[in-house]
């Protein structure tokens, strides 16, 4: 380009500046380029340039304080590297900076690798010997040796010379296996796998194996490797193609276990070392708790060697390419660098093919009064949108979907919030850590009408609340196992409903806290917990649960229907369950005998020394209680403001006893199982507690063994007749019903969804709860018997798979 080129080229930067402005509109268009002016008809190409374009005006007119809107046109945007967003970019509070798509149109935001679908082609004779019998006919492959494409899956760069230690090395360590994933438009594909759905079990347990769960201070882990493997070995009771097995191991040696070998709230990932064509499965390293059944007698007390087998473990194993067997089926070999693929629909040439990953598409660090609205952030690598610092950013009317990770984050900064937003299909949907906590300064951070399901994630993790000031409200979580954490002070969950969560593991709850006795200020109130279908045989499935102490939640005006064993579990101080009702399952409150006299709750404290305080274990164990608190509030922070102006509470039951449910409370609650001749057969008091978990005597404990400070009163009887449409699981109470007196009940009207501006079109509850009534109205809450056949049958699948 020539001067006067770049003359004409700098005043149409100019041009751009003033007219983009004076209209108060930007433009993005995949037709649009970066030297255009960023008009309807002169379109940028992406939203960096439009944010360059914003920082030039703003630059040239320092004194002018408009807001500024980017409206982004349909198409799909591939994210070279994060929109990044400081505080230059920041609006305020009467003229916000806008990015948002146009109305009626669809914006994909992408870090993924797309997959042409002309490189596919059928199978070589050399390939189809790998392939399943069933699979032959249906399995396209694709050779991506060489392109991007074989980059973008993890450890799929690396050539057929590279040992296979090296090759899985960082895409697989110590058991937990990253094989990337591929998607079909909007789904999320399955990993060959056996089986296709639910699991299979353990039959015989031949060598446990070495474990992980106890290992004291200076142990470590048994060295490893393919060569001398010293996982556990076991046979299962469904059988399969093993020599078919055998034959790919010894080719990939790339077979990945996982499931829940011991107990049943944590799945225990490893690598298949060896498999015998009769079925005899070795497996690479050690395992957390052991296989078939725990090895240990209490916490950290001595090994046993003959532990009790639990019934109905459970397992799964992927990365198999002699199992790809089913239509959305794949397989990616590392070292030939192959993609297999069973098309999920014949008319291939339509579908968008994807291979999430990359960095994050959106950071928006210390920047203010930012909105972005109606993205689909698709096709992620672990994380897709972070906001860093700052305050009151706004995204709303968003897509999160099929992230290899986590959708969005926030760290720190105040008043940001999501709101109307979906998050499916990802590992883990989001984060929120803010406020400061120490001070007991809020961040306001909030998550609002919006909608999470199909999170992959088992245990806890889907949502993670931590800080101080923090509200879930109006949301709907439902179809996944993946429960949501909270630790801090004054968070809110409130006006929700969580449904047909939770069917996969035992020991499990859709809201959990655990083990943190500086928790206060938090609410669980008028929300709506339905459908949490405990399976036979496991540990208990409750709807929320401050665990191993935890504290400082009040639990008030909620609906439980069918939620496993129970409804609330605690046996910390300060938490509190009022106004609640809870129908067709069977306890109000599970709960611990703790330590109550004065000898119980010194003997806890000798405890804590003998382990924790002499060096014995690490500090910061969950039963190092004192020494945990003090990390959060500061030593003897409890007895300090603005703790102890904040929760006065806090300083009694530290200073007299953190171990049992001092200052709580259980008031004026509901049961449709209260018995007439036994109104607490709806408590569950759980036989002798130790810190450790060490064997004591037991006794069977009843309301008079809790603590002087914990107050209560019988549960009320209630019965399906005083509601106006159970079978719509319409729970609102019958005019007629007459409460005793200070009863709140829940407020169905305003739980769930809600119709707004950001969310035009909510579901209609009535619709999903019938179905959901109508499938589970013959099933206890407590789940009936475990068939293995058909168990895998409750769990919810993805719109492409066949039943």
């Excluded at 990015?99 to 390939?127: C, H, K, M, N």
């Excluded at 790339?254 to 070998?261: A, F, N």
């Excluded at 007749?721 to 007629?736: E, H, I, M």
Aim: charged letters at 20%.
């Amino acid at each position: 380009m020539g001067r006067l080129g770049r003359l004409v080229a700098s005043l149409l930067v100019v041009s751009v500046c003033i007219t983009g402005a004076l209209a108060g509109q930007w433009h993005v268009s995949p037709a649009g380029s970066p030297d255009q002016l960023g008009t309807q008809e002169q379109p940028f190409s992406s939203l960096s340039q439009a944010r360059d374009a914003i920082r030039r005006y703003r630059q040239q007119n320092p004194d002018r304080q408009e807001s500024h809107t980017v409206i982004v046109h349909a198409g799909e945007y591939r994210m070279e590297g994060p929109l990044v967003l400081g505080p230059e970019d920041s609006g305020s509070a009467n003229a916000p900076i806008t990015y948002r798509v146009a109305e009626g149109e669809q914006v994909i935001l992408t870090t993924g690798v797309r997959v042409p679908t002309d490189l596919f082609r059928e199978p070589d004779s050399r390939e189809l010997t790998y392939l399943n019998p069933k699979a032959r006919g249906h399995v396209i492959v694709a050779d991506l040796a060489g392109t991007s494409m074989a980059k973008a899956f993890p450890g799929g760069s690396e050539t057929s010379q590279t040992s296979q230690d090296q090759l899985i090395a960082g895409a697989f360590s110590g058991g937990h296996g990253k094989y990337g994933m591929l998607t079909w438009n909007e789904y999320t594909l399955q990993l060959a796998r056996w089986p296709n759905r639910g699991f299979v079990h353990l039959d015989k347990v031949i060598d446990m194996g070495p474990t992980l769960r106890w290992l004291k201070a200076g142990e470590k882990e048994p060295e490893y490797s393919f060569d001398k493997p010293i996982g556990g070995k076991f046979t299962t009771v469904e059988k399969t193609d093993f020599a078919a097995w055998g034959r790919e191991l010894q080719r990939t040696q790339d077979i990945r276990q996982d499931g829940y070998l011991s107990t049943d709230w944590t799945k225990d990932a490893n690598q298949v070392a060896r498999v015998s064509q009769d079925g005899v499965i070795q497996l690479l390293d050690s395992t957390r708790y052991g296989i078939g059944g725990v090895r240990y007698r209490g916490g950290f007390a001595n090994p046993n060697d003959k532990p009790k087998f639990a019934p109905n473990r459970r397992l799964y194993f992927e990365n198999i390419l002699c199992e790809l067997d089913m239509p959305g089926e794949w397989y990616y070999d590392r070292k030939e660098q192959k993609l297999y693929l069973w098309p999920i629909d014949p008319d291939i040439e339509q579908a968008r093919i994807m291979i999430p990953g990359g960095p994050v598409m959106v950071r928006i660090q210390d920047a203010q009064h930012i909105i972005l609205r109606g993205f689909i952030f698709e096709g992620g690598g672990e994380l897709g949108l972070s906001i860093e610092g700052g305050n009151d950013v706004t995204i709303a009317s968003c897509i999160f979907r099929n992230f290899i990770g986590r959708g969005a984050r926030v760290v720190g900064g105040s008043r940001h919030g999501f709101n109307a937003c979906d998050f499916y299909n990802l590992h883990n949907a989001l984060t929120i850590d803010g406020g400061d906590l120490r001070n007991l300064i809020r961040a306001d951070h909030y998550i609002e009408n919006c909608d999470f399901h199909h999170i992959r994630l088992r245990g806890y993790g889907g949502v993670g609340l931590s800080g101080c000031g923090i509200r879930f409200t109006n949301n709907i979580y439902h179809d996944t196992n993946a429960g949501i954490t909270y630790s801090g002070a004054y968070i809110d969950f409130v006006n929700n409903e969580f449904f047909n969560v939770g069917w996969e593991m035992g020991d499990w709850n859709v809201l959990y806290q655990g083990a943190s006795k500086f928790c206060n200020g938090n609410r669980v109130e008028n929300n709506f917990f339905h459908h949490m279908m405990e399976e036979p045989t496991r540990y208990p499935v409750m709807a929320a649960r401050n665990d191993d102490g935890g504290t400082g939640t009040t639990y008030q005006s909620n609906i439980f229907y069918k939620t496993g064993r129970g409804a609330i579990a605690f046996g910390g101080p300060n938490s509190h369950i009022r106004d609640n009702i809870v129908l067709d399952c069977p306890l109000i409150w599970w709960t611990s005998h703790m330590p109550s006299t004065p000898e119980q709750v010194k003997a806890a404290f000798d405890e804590i020394a003998r382990h924790f305080e002499s060096g014995r274990y690490p500090r910061g164990g969950k039963e190092d209680v004192i020494y945990n608190v003090e990390q959060v509030v500061g030593p003897q922070g409890w007895n300090r403001p603005p703790w102890s102006e904040a929760f006065p509470v806090f300083a009694r039951y530290m200073n007299e006893n953190p171990f049992a449910q001092s200052y709580g409370s259980m008031l004026n609650n509901y049961s449709d199982q209260v018995r007439e001749d036994d109104p607490y057969a709806v408590v569950h008091i759980h036989p002798n507690w130790s810190l450790l978990e060490e064997d004591q005597p037991r006794i069977k404990p009843t309301m008079e063994d809790l603590p002087d400070t914990f107050e209560y009163n019988a549960p009320m009887k209630i019965s399906m007749d005083d509601f106006v449409d159970p079978a719509r699981l319409n729970f609102r109470l019958k005019p007629g019903f007459q409460p005793i007196p200070g009863f709140r009940a829940c407020d169905l009207d305003k739980v769930g969804l809600y119709q707004s501006v950001y969310r035009p079109h909510p579901p209609n509850p009535d619709t999903y709860r019938s179905a959901l009534y109508q499938r589970y109205r013959d099933t206890p809450s407590t789940g009936g018997r475990y068939d293995q056949a058909t168990a895998y049958l409750r769990y919810p699948i993805q719109p492409w798979m066949i039943e």
